[in-house]
């Protein structure tokens, strides 16, 4: 569907992607992760149009739209401020694209109900003007006028993140619903780990214009490719040198296990490791309870689901249960590159 090759783009003489190459599938949820300034938004900009690369090829369906004017791609965009026109109603935000597009005023009116209904936007809020609408609201208006043009694609630029916590996780469920619905292929760049595990068919991790790994939530968070993947994210735990030792891990790697991998206190299975370790301190938030335990040359984290019977406190002796599978490990000499 989407395919881009060798890509390189430049603003003078500093390089922000290097070689990048991606292939979205159609109807693909798609997502570009990585920190400030690690090339997921120039990414993005390049296959809407907003730059051009200085090497290499954008192309959609195998046609090669790498100069293609922005209006020509058939490219749905949601921007991070939405760049929605405050002063004008919901309904004429909705549709401009139609308007520029010079389609009959019936046609504009059915398409803009349409998709209104789609995204849940009552009649009474399309009279209104933009700016009397919530966050959420307007997050809703900004999809609804990148949907309703019935693009190819339609790509997100951190659309959630204006918006307080508990909005995110309810537009971010919405969102996922309705782009199934619509079946539409998206781009979505987050800088934010579980935004794109919980939305994502496949991931992009970015760092410092290369991508470091692309695959599903699952391979990128329990198959992480690099030291800097499995660091970004989640959480996790840095194994000590003598920690290794023990699950049987070359200490001269850097080795690393997640929090929800190791346990406290169960019944090990035939291939486990049992370490004795002492509780520094416990973080309760209610479904589950993070450990900080001290575990001979080194203090770990872990996460224990809360069964509401057993939970330990700071200075007690525990049996930290480990299994040498659940090891990640990266050589000093591949993460020095």
């Not at 309703?148 to 969102?175: F, H």
């Amino acid at each position: 569907m989407i395919e881009l090759k060798n890509i390189v783009v430049k603003f003078d003489n500093f390089t922000a992607l290097h070689n990048i190459n991606v292939h979205v599938k159609e109807g693909e949820f798609f997502t570009f992760l990585g920190p400030s300034g690690c090339g997921k938004t120039t990414t993005l900009r390049t296959i809407t149009g907003f730059i051009d690369p200085a090497e290499g090829t954008v192309s959609v369906k195998g046609r090669d739209i790498t100069h293609v004017a922005i209006e020509d791609r058939n490219i749905g965009i949601v921007f991070q401020s939405y760049a929605l026109f405050p002063t004008m109603t919901v309904y004429d935000n909705i549709a401009f694209g139609l308007k520029v597009k010079k389609l009959k005023k019936a046609e504009i009116d059915r398409k803009v109900r349409e998709i209104a209904k789609k995204v849940d936007l009552s009649d009474e809020q399309l009279a209104k003007a933009v700016s009397q609408l919530s966050g959420g609201q307007q997050q809703r208006v900004a999809i609804a006028r990148a949907l309703v043009t019935g693009p190819a694609i339609i790509c997100m630029d951190e659309p959630l993140s204006n918006l307080d916590a508990k909005l995110r996780v309810q537009l971010r469920n919405e969102l996922k619903r309705m782009q199934k619905e619509f079946g539409i292929t998206t781009i979505y760049v987050t800088h934010d780990q579980e935004e794109a595990l919980t939305l994502s068919d496949r991931i992009a991790v970015f760092n410092k214009g290369y991508i470091e790994q692309i695959g599903t939530p699952n391979e990128v968070y329990n198959h992480s490719k690099t030291e800097f993947v499995c660091n970004f994210i989640g959480d996790i735990n840095r194994l000590s040198p003598e920690v290794s030792r023990a699950l049987g891990a070359d200490p001269a790697m850097h080795n690393y296990i997640r929090l929800e991998r190791i346990h406290v206190n169960v019944e090990p299975k035939q291939s486990d490791v049992v370490l004795p370790g002492t509780v520094e301190s416990m973080e309760y938030y209610g479904l589950y309870i993070k450990y900080t335990i001290h575990l001979g040359s080194q203090t770990i984290k872990v996460i224990e689901k809360n069964d509401g019977v057993n939970i330990y406190e700071p200075g007690q002796q525990v049996k930290v249960v480990l299994n040498p599978r659940d090891v990640m490990a990266y050589s000093a000499e591949e993460v020095a590159k």
